[in-house]
């Protein structure tokens, strides 16, 4: 019988050896360049992320509070398990994925899409500012495994990375800093810790690390003298003082029957924070689907709009685990029936745990977000008139790239006055 392993998958998002090698050393690499990729394959992986996001976020969002999540994040982290795994298994998580991670085409395109959008680009007064969202994938295995080649080769062509080595069984802590000091650097330190004490164990036998970070200034800034503190109602009626930002400019905005929708984007307009303001948060995210976000996206037309908004920062950190099961992939936590054999054929993996976290902090400039994900696998128009929008009442956020759709972080507010 084989003996069960300890595999833990790990994905870090922020809108990023073997015997004597440094962990930090990429020791084992596929002599395979990445993939080339097409726009068609980003816009298709896009869609099913989002509507992958959107499920996860429902399930994450009935626990009630402010929700930061980065669909992303999450699908890539997963993408990386669901590259070695078989059968059922494989089924059951292109189910919930909603295919994002079948093959390795659409995530390794939409990866190569977002890398470009980083640069130097003019805002609506004249200055040059820099807009950085990088996504970096860095596996560590445990020295010694054997890795199937096809799936050294599927990391290197559709994810970019090689496989650092490092000693879990011998040396569990220092595996467990060499991670997060990684991590901790991709993300500018917005995530210094992301595999807590215990998480990591000697049986431990792969970390797949992807990390993504997140700095953009808005094309139009809130002026910093607009800012006052105002009331913002939290959703069971009770009001809070918060910093309060206001402009008038021309933005994309969108209502509907019981909302209203403001697209605020950042410098280089391929990436834009959209805020959703319904009159009832509760009923209006039950009811919303892939479909009907879409099309608030969709509505978008520029207008003169008199925006207020809370500056606010927020963060999550949940288990994602249970979340998972409920949407449709179990197997892939079952011990006995797990099948991830395209990984290693040494010792038989599934997951045990699905760890997220993720942060945004929004203020006159622009923004700032990091986000994580740990898959621990276990062994055995023309503008119109003015309108007002005043976000005084809990909201939803989503950070997406324009160009593709993908939408990298995913939330609410419904206390702005809760920081961090």
């Not at 399930?59 to 997963?78: D, H, K, R």
């Not at 021309?250 to 019981?258: D, Q, R, V, W």
Request: charged share 15%; with cysteine.
């Amino acid at each position: 019988m084989k003996h069960r392993l300890a595999l833990l998958l790990v994905l870090v998002m922020t809108l990023t050896g073997c015997g004597s090698t440094s962990a930090g050393d990429v020791a084992l690499a596929a002599d395979v360049a990445r993939a080339s990729a097409s726009p068609a394959d980003a816009n298709a992986a896009a869609t099913a992320i989002d509507a992958f996001g959107l499920d996860l976020y429902r399930q994450v969002a009935s626990t009630g509070g402010n929700v930061v999540l980065s669909p992303a994040s999450v699908a890539i982290a997963l993408a990386m398990a669901r590259a070695g795994a078989q059968g059922t298994t494989a089924a059951q998580m292109d189910a919930v994925m909603h295919g994002a991670g079948a093959d390795g085409a659409g995530i390794n395109a939409l990866d190569q899409a977002l890398a470009a959008r980083n640069g130097t680009f003019t805002d609506a007064d004249g200055q040059t500012l820099p807009v950085t969202l990088r996504i970096a994938n860095a596996p560590f295995a445990q020295r010694g495994m054997t890795l199937t080649p096809a799936y050294l080769d599927a990391l290197a062509a559709d994810f970019g990375a090689g496989v650092r080595l490092v000693d879990y069984e011998g040396a569990t802590e220092a595996a467990r800093q060499a991670i997060n000091a990684w991590v901790a650097g991709q993300t500018e330190n917005r995530i210094p810790q992301l595999i807590g004490n215990g998480i990591l164990s000697p049986q431990t036998r792969l970390t797949l690390v992807d990390a993504i970070y997140l700095k953009a200034p808005w094309v139009t800034p809130f002026p910093a003298d607009a800012t006052q503190t105002g009331p913002f109602t939290r959703a069971d009626g009770s009001t809070v003082d918060v910093p309060l930002m206001s402009v008038s400019t021309s933005l994309a905005y969108a209502a509907g029957s019981g909302w209203q929708a403001v697209e605020l984007p950042y410098v280089g307009g391929s990436l834009a924070l959209t805020v959703i303001v319904p009159a009832d948060l509760a009923s209006f995210q039950a009811g919303l689907t892939a479909t009907e976000l879409g099309q608030v996206f969709a509505g978008l037309q520029e207008q003169e709009v008199d925006l207020t908004l809370p500056k606010f920062s927020i963060q999550t950190a949940t288990s994602l685990a249970d979340a998972l099961k409920a949407l449709g992939m179990p197997l892939a936590f079952d011990p006995e029936q797990a099948d991830f054999s395209g990984i290693t054929t040494q010792e038989q993996l599934f997951i045990s745990d699905v760890i997220h976290q993720a942060n945004i902090s929004v203020d006159e400039k622009g923004t700032e977000a990091a986000a994580a994900t740990a898959v621990v696998m276990a062994g055995s128009a023309a503008p119109a008139q003015r309108v007002t929008l005043r976000v005084d009442r809990p909201f939803l956020f989503a950070l997406r790239d324009v160009p593709t759709g993908a939408i990298l972080f995913l939330g609410r507010v419904v206390d702005p006055s809760t920081q961090g």
